[in-house]
């Protein structure tokens, strides 16, 4: 069985996906890789006597049938670079992962339709409803949401995703045996449980460790047909990843944010260089050039509304209107109307125009 070999190989810690499929372009088998001698390494361009003996030496350690007992025994999935299920997407980049190991159900997840999310970790609360309101419109489609399950907007985009019934695959820097940030533990469930996958290169012992976050961030972007950045400064992880979207030949997008907010300084440089802005979910799809029509709200859904909310949607039917004109005509109290317009923005019913008029979806 292959799959000892290659899951054996991403147990050594010294050695990289890069390294591992090197060797397999040069040996064309993965146990050959495994079982290569001294003399069939020292034939390989560019591999050095010291990262040979390196190697060498750690293979030598490994007892394939527990490291690979270790990963099933836990009910690690997994996908090699060789097998057909391997996401095609993935396949293009650069370096891509040796293994991919995940928990969740990835066959369930629309591979051919992903979009990604990343931005600040220390996200404003602007931009968190912005992403949470631009995910909402895709809901009831079969569009896939990848992000890296850091806290700030990666959680907001799995979390956005996971309440409007969309698919979400979370892109972790360290082997299953940690969760980080640990506050993310629930959405780590609720992914595992029906709500997509959490996947991984890293075998389970690997920590996460600093110099492995960029590293994973070329695996959401590799995942993705496009990436949307919310929040980023001029030097953040999010930039990190535009730049790798750029790089893997992937539509680079950005939500665009308030100019007083240092985190909107990386925005506006990449929209300044050319990237897509987005504001909603049909921009997503423009970009892409992906052909789903966005469900409407149903009769069913209307009839859940707050007699308040059916009262919003009833002053809006015909025309945009300022929130003074909503209220004076719903009599609903200011603190009241900004919490339900907002709440109404989230569920896709209504947007807010340039001009801060409210218009119905």
């Known amino acids: 069985m292959n799959y000892k070999y290659w899951i054996g190989l991403s147990s050594i810690e010294e050695i990289n996906s890069a390294f591992i499929l090197k060797l397999y372009e040069y040996f064309g ?68 992962p040796a293994v991919l190991y995940y928990k969740g159900d990835m066959e369930d997840c629309n591979l051919d339709r992903v979009v990604g999310f990343v931005g600040s970790r220390h996200c404003t609360r602007n931009g968190c409803d912005s992403v949470k309101k631009i995910i909402s419109g895709l809901s009831g489609t079969d569009v896939c949401i990848v992000s890296g399950l850091a806290a700030g907007i990666d959680s907001a985009a799995h979390t956005a995703a996971l309440d409007n019934g969309i698919k979400t695959i979370g892109v972790i820097a360290s082997g299953f045996n940690f969760i980080y940030p640990t506050s993310n533990k629930k959405l780590y469930e609720r992914i595992e449980n029906g709500g997509g996958a ?14 492995r976050f960029p590293q994973r961030n070329r695996i959401v972007s590799g995942l993705a047909k496009g990436v949307v950045v919310a929040e980023a ?77 059916r009262k919003i949607l009833y ?8 929130f003074d004109v909503i209220e004076a005509e719903t009599k609903i109290p200011t603190e009241r109307l900004l919490e339900l317009l907002t709440v109404m923005e989230l569920k896709g019913l209504l947007t807010q125009t340039a001009d801060n008029r409210y218009k119905k979806e």
């Open 198 to 211: 959490v996947v991984t290169e890293y075998y389970p012992t690997f920590e996460p460790l600093k110099f």
């Open 29 to 96: 088998d993965i146990e050959k890789v495994f079982n290569a001698s001294r003399a069939e390494l020292s034939g390989i361009e560019g591999l050095s006597v010291k990262k040979s003996e390196n190697f060498l030496k750690k293979r030598d350690e490994i007892n394939l049938d527990i490291v690979y007992d270790r990963v099933v025994s836990d009910g690690i999935k997994f996908y090699t670079y060789e097998d057909k299920k391997y996401p095609v997407m993935l396949k293009e980049i650069s370096d891509p």
């Open 315 to 322: 002053t809006i039917n015909i025309e945009p209107k300022t």
């Open 233 to 309: 400064a001029l030097r953040s992880g999010a930039l990190i990843t535009a730049n790798l979207t750029l790089e893997q030949g992937r539509e680079l997008m950005c939500i665009p944010g308030l100019i007083t907010n240092p985190n909107t300084d990386g925005i506006y440089k990449l929209i300044k260089d050319g990237a897509s802005i987005v504001t909603c979910a049909e921009d997503i799809l423009n970009t892409l050039n992906w052909e789903i029509k966005l469900s409407e709200p149903s009769q069913a859904d209307l009839d859940n509304l707050e007699i308040d909310e």
